[in-house]
C-alpha cells in the first residue's frame, strides 16, 4: 500500500450507516464493499469526485453487509485524491486535483479476518453548475425570509458530457449582498445550507462554475402580499370522508417565498362540505405550509389561506376552491 495513510484511533465498530439512497462497488480484492451516500446516478459508484470536495464511504463485508473496522485508508497519489479521517467502518476522501486513483484500506471484519482490499476512484473539476431554488425549480428567482438559521438552495455539479460530479463542502459560489451566507461547514451533496440575516435586500449567487445565476429577495414576514395555488396531494379524488394533505407558500409580487417559517392558517369558507384544519409545522422540516382538507359532502369546497404577519401584519389572505365528490 503507498501514499498516505491515515490510522484509525477509533475503538467501537459503527453499527450502521442509514441513507436513503447510495452508491456501491464491491472492491477490487472481493473482500469489502464501499458505499456512499448518492443522488444521482446510484447505479454509477465511480462518479467524479469534485477537486475540494469531500466524499464520506462506508466499508462493510461483501456478505452480510456488515461493518468493517478499518485500521488505516489511503491513496497511490494524495496529489490527486487524500484519505483525511477514518473512523470505524467510516472514512472520507477529498478531491485535490483531476486524475484517477487506487484508495486501499485494511479492516477487520466481524468474524473477526483481517483483510485488505481496494477500489478505483477519480477526481474531476467540474464544468457545469445547477443552482435550484427549492419552491421554483425554474425560476431564476425566488424570495426569503428575513432571520432565518437555515434555507436550503439545490445544486448539481457535473461535467460537459453530463456525468454528475459529486462531494460536500466544495460550493463555488459568489455572493453580492450581505443578506445571505454560505455555510462551508455543511455535508450535504444535494443542498447548500445558507443562513439569512435580520435586513431585507437583494443578493445574487453567481456559480464560480459556469457563470449561472440566481436571484434571491430577502424580505420581511410583513412584505408578503400573496398566496400561491396550494399544491394538493390527493391520488384521484376528495370524497366524503376523505381526508387529504395540501402545502402552500406566500408570494411577495411575482415571487414565491421559499421555505416560509411564518404562521400561516388554513380555514373553511364551506364547512357544510368540507372542514379544513392547520397542521403543526414539523420542526424538522424547512417547509411549513401545510394543512388538511376533509370531504363532509358532495360539492364545491371554499377555503381561505392567511399569512398573519403578510401585508405588515394585517395578514395577507387568498382564496381557494376544490371539488368533493361523494
Keep these: 500500500m503507498t501514499g498516505r495513510w491515515i490510522r484509525n484511533a477509533a475503538l467501537v465498530v459503527t453499527a450502521g450507516w442509514i441513507v436513503a439512497c447510495s452508491s456501491a462497488v464491491t472492491g477490487n480484492e472481493g473482500n469489502f464493499v464501499f458505499s456512499y451516500a448518492a443522488d444521482d446516478n446510484v447505479l454509477d459508484f465511480n462518479k467524479p469526485l469534485a477537486v475540494g470536495a ?22 497511490d497519489d494524495p496529489a490527486i485524491m487524500e484519505v483525511v479521517s477514518v473512523d470505524g467502518s467510516m472514512f472520507t476522501v477529498e478531491g485535490v486535483g483531476e486524475g484517477n486513483v487506487l484508495v486501499d484500506v485494511r479492516g477487520t471484519n466481524a468474524d ?15 464544468e457545469v453548475h445547477r443552482l435550484i431554488h427549492t419552491c421554483d425549480r425554474q425560476a431564476e428567482r425566488a424570495a426569503y425570509l428575513t432571520s432565518t438559521d437555515v434555507v436550503v438552495v439545490e445544486f448539481e455539479m457535473s461535467r460537459a458530457n453530463g456525468q454528475a460530479v459529486i462531494g460536500y463542502g466544495y460550493y463555488p459560489v459568489t455572493l453580492t449582498g450581505d443578506a445571505l451566507a454560505v455555510d462551508a461547514d455543511a455535508s450535504g451533496q444535494l443542498w447548500m445550507h445558507l443562513a439569512v440575516g435580520p435586513d431585507p435586500g437583494t443578493v445574487e449567487m453567481v456559480s464560480d462554475i459556469d457563470g ?14 400573496g398566496v400561491r395555488e396550494p399544491i394538493d396531494f390527493v391520488w384521484e379524488d376528495i370524497d366524503v370522508g376523505d381526508t387529504n394533505a395540501f402545502y402552500v407558500l406566500p408570494t ?11 404562521p400561516m392558517q388554513a380555514t373553511s369558507l364551506t364547512p357544510d362540505i368540507c372542514a379544513v384544519e392547520d397542521t403543526d409545522p414539523n420542526p424538522e422540516s424547512q417547509e411549513w405550509g401545510w394543512f388538511n382538507v376533509t370531504g363532509v359532502a358532495q360539492g364545491t369546497c371554499e377555503f381561505e389561506v392567511t399569512y398573519t404577519q403578510g401585508n405588515g401584519g394585517a395578514g395577507a389572505s387568498a382564496t381557494f376552491t376544490y371539488t368533493i365528490e361523494p
Excluded: H, Y
Excluded at 54 to 75: C, F, I, S, W, Y
Excluded at 212 to 225: C, L, M, N, S, Y
Excluded at 255 to 260: E, N, P, R
Design 54 to 75: 469531500r466524499l464520506d464511504l462506508l466499508v462493510t463485508d461483501v456478505g452480510q453487509r456488515r461493518p468493517v473496522q478499518l485500521a488505516e485508508a489511503g491513496t
Design 112 to 126: 473477526g479476518e483481517e483483510l485488505t482490499d481496494s477500489v478505483n476512484m477519480n477526481v474531476a473539476v467540474p
Design 212 to 225: 449561472t445565476k440566481r436571484t434571491f429577495e430577502v424580505v420581511d414576514p410583513g412584505a408578503i402580499d
Design 252 to 262: 411577495v409580487g411575482d415571487a414565491v417565498v421559499c421555505q416560509a417559517q411564518t
